[in-house]
Nanobody, 117 residues
Framework: QVELVVSGGGFVRAGAPLRLSCAAS????????MGWSRQAPGKERVLVAR???????EYADVVKGRFTISGDTGKSTVSLQMTSLQVEDTSVYYC???????????WGRGTQVTVSS
């Protein structure tokens, strides 16, 4: 059973950077996309950033220019570099990996990111 292990969450002040990392417990074959989503209290989970196996990345408008996603399909890892964090970025962040080979998406456990003013 594949697990996605997330690390890097925490408590930071507004304006500070933070990096989230996600690694699969075993190699995932046929990765199509890797991404990060977040869910704030009382709100729906939303996509923050996603990167395709070819390297193309997309971002939610609210994080463009501040967040950078990177991934390594060979190592089944994905990271999210967050800069200029805002209080509004406070959420639980989840990584996810979609594999076309099994038409399946794996999700990691969330990690809390709290940004204080």
């Amino acid at each position: 059973q594949v697990e996605l292990v997330v690390s890097g969450g925490g408590f930071v002040r507004a304006g500070a950077p933070l990096r989230l990392s996600c690694a699969a417990s075993q190699a995932i074959v046929g990765i199509h996309t890797m991404g990060w989503s977040r869910q704030a209290p009382g709100k729906e989970r939303v996509l923050v950033a996603r990167i395709r196996s070819g390297g193309a990345a997309e971002y939610a408008d609210v994080v463009k220019g501040r967040f950078t996603i990177s991934g390594d399909t060979g190592k089944s890892t994905v990271s999210l570099q967050m800069t200029s964090l805002q209080v509004e970025d406070t959420s639980v962040y989840y990584c996810h990996v979609y594999t076309w080979k099994y038409s399946r998406e794996y999700w990691g456990r969330g990690t809390q990111v709290t940004v204080s003013s």
